[in-house]
């Protein structure tokens, strides 16, 4: 079968620029309209697109004056989501720091079922102060205590998934029987930083268990990947350095014993899209017009550990940033931003605008064409399995991108004219997972 691509639609209230909600057009209160969602959602769906995506933080989202703040729970939107769609699968991100895996495995299986198999899980450690003191916390976690913590809590997570075999819903009218009890099994995990009896209060869902996704680049982060992730998004500014990380995280699955095609590698890109290439360069300049550089300056500074006066914006980075081991939160953004920065040797206010769009995500301005042409470019050279499509206004960008470059991916035969399947697994291609605790699983493992 010949290779294709895999689009997600990464959603975020007016779009991913930080200015976007200031263009005539947007509703700056969209990001607790439901109905905007679900109309989002239905556009990728008809562009075909594998799933839409919600980034997600337990805490307040930078500052209030700066762009829409505050965030629908993403599990509870995307079960609204799924009653207004049919194929389009469904990632919400759920931090390992600040939930329970129990409550957690409970809710993403809910949503499986709701969904009809089209629930994903994007897995972060989270990486902020703000939410460590949410949580009753004086101090960030150090960050490999988080992924010693997220390993396990991964593990419990899968266990309980599995904690129900697929036929142990017997429902038997005749014979009285529902369920077969000794196809449910208590999972007994005691570990370091959980103990868990099971089984799930929930029968196997439709995937067997939801996609599991990852976002994170750091060492820690690519061995957690690795181990445990089906899907990883990253961020990733040049050809060069995509390929080097795709190299990297297919070498450490399969040094792991995996199928390195069973864990796709999706970038985010950020597409200003226009009919020509004057129109989409005019729509960028727009947006980084209306950045409020003051607002900005102070996110960068928090984001590099310095105080914001000592970044000029019309002077480039400081020469004395911290030490990239001395970062506790986010240290593969901390390290893309800095090597950004320093590469182009760009101003403060320019990296403002850079980062802008798209956060440290690669910022692309064209025609449809051209954006085809940088998505088939990565596709094809060892950089990507496909791409986190982040339009940088929406709903405009996202209807550009569906309506103009998908049918130009169509035609080159790099993406889909149908869903196959019904699944997030089938859109992505991957494996549904067997229950570990089925007799034929453990049959094999003994062989």
Do not use: C
Not at 249 to 270: E, S, T, Y
Request: no cysteine.
């Amino acid at each position: 079968m010949t290779r294709q691509l895999r689009l997600n639609a990464f959603l975020m209230s007016t779009g991913h620029h930080e200015a976007s909600w200031r263009l005539p057009e947007s509703d700056p209160r969209s990001n607790t309209d439901v109905q905007h969602f679900v109309e989002l959602a239905r556009t990728a769906e008809r562009g075909l697109m594998d799933s839409v995506f919600f980034a997600d933080s337990p805490a307040l989202f930078g500052e209030v004056g700066r762009r829409p703040a505050g965030a629908l729970e993403p599990t509870v939107l995307l079960t609204a989501m799924a009653m207004a769609t049919t194929r389009i699968g469904l990632i919400a991100t759920a931090s390992t720091s600040y939930n329970d895996p129990f409550n957690l495995a409970r809710r993403f299986a809910t949503l499986d079922h709701v969904s009809g198999g089209r629930a994903g899980w994007n897995i972060v450690t989270t990486a902020t102060l703000d939410a460590a003191r949410n949580f009753g916390l004086d101090e960030l976690p150090a960050h490999a205590d988080r992924y010693r913590r997220a390993d396990e809590f991964v593990d419990v997570a899968v266990k309980l998934w599995d904690s129900w075999e697929d036929d142990a819903v017997v429902a038997d009218k005749e014979s009285g029987v529902w369920g077969d009890a000794e196809l449910v099994h208590p999972i007994h995990h005691t570990g370091t930083h959980f103990r868990v009896a099971g089984p799930l209060n929930l029968p196997r869902s439709p995937q067997g268990r939801p996609v599991l996704v990852q976002a994170g680049s750091s060492e820690d982060g690519r061995d957690f990947a690795a181990r445990h992730a089906e899907a990883i998004f990253t961020a990733q500014q040049t050809l060069a350095d995509a390929q080097l990380f795709y190299a990297d995280i297919k070498a450490r699955a399969r040094a792991f014993g995996r199928d390195a095609d069973q864990l796709l590698v999706l970038p985010g890109i950020v597409p200003a899209i226009g009919s020509t290439e004057a129109e989409a360069r005019a729509l960028e300049e727009e947006l980084d017009r209306l950045i409020q550089p003051e607002y900005a300056r102070r996110q960068l500074a928090r984001t590099l550990r310095v105080a914001p006066e000592r970044l000029a914006l019309d002077g480039q980075l400081p020469d004395d940033l911290p030490d990239e081991d001395s970062i506790e939160g986010a240290k593969s953004r901390y390290t893309l931003i800095v090597t950004l920065a320093r590469r182009e040797r760009l101003t403060v206010r320019e990296l403002i605008g850079r980062l802008g769009g798209g956060r440290g995500h690669r910022t692309f301005s064209g025609t449809p064409e051209q954006v085809a042409d940088a998505i088939e470019e990565w596709f094809t050279t060892g950089a990507a399995d496909g791409f986190n499509v982040m339009p940088p206004a929406l709903p405009s960008g996202l209807e550009a991108f569906v309506d103009h470059v998908v049918p130009i991916l169509q035609a080159r035969g790099l993406f889909r004219t149908a869903y196959d399947g019904t699944t997030l697994r089938e859109h992505y291609g991957l494996d549904r997972p067997t229950s570990q605790y089925s007799l034929t699983t453990t049959q094999q493992e003994i062989a």
